[in-house]
């Protein structure tokens, strides 16, 4: 375990936390709390983590209610791309990794919890 090999994993090493999960837990009310989590410690010294990290919330926040749009996976998807790498401190990218993760590992779940009929608001004016 070193920090290049961790990085090529997807992660990176530090101070952190193990969650055990077991295979009953919904994946989109947990990586709610995780974003919930994130948009509560940011600082808000910088902009892409202070807003950022409420977009993500926002964002599972909709999924979690059954009110989520087609787009929303790959808005949620940008909006991480977008605190990744730009933020003073190590929890924007802390915050933008598990949606990232959760998302690709756990994609189905995530998607059952759209609603085929939600909205087609255009990802450029979505309101969240
Ligand atoms: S990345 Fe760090 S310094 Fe920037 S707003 Fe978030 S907690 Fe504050």
Known sequence: MDYDSIAKAGSMLGSGAVIVMDDSRCMVESLKRLSYFYMHESCGQCTPCREGTGWLWRLVDRIHR???????????????????????????????????????????????????????????????
């Not at 059954?66 to 791309?81: F, S």
């Not at 990744?84 to 924007?92: E, Y």
């Not at 990218?93 to 608001?121: C, L, N, Q, S, Y």
């Open 66 to 128: 059954g009110e989520g749009r087609p787009a929303d996976l790959a808005l949620l998807d940008n909006v991480a791309g977008n605190i990744m790498g730009r933020t003073i401190c190590a929890l924007g990218d802390a915050a933008a990794m598990p949606v990232r993760a959760m998302i690709k590992h756990f994609r189905p779940e995530f998607e059952a919890m759209i609603r085929a009929d939600a909205g087609t608001t255009p990802v450029a004016s979505a309101t969240v």
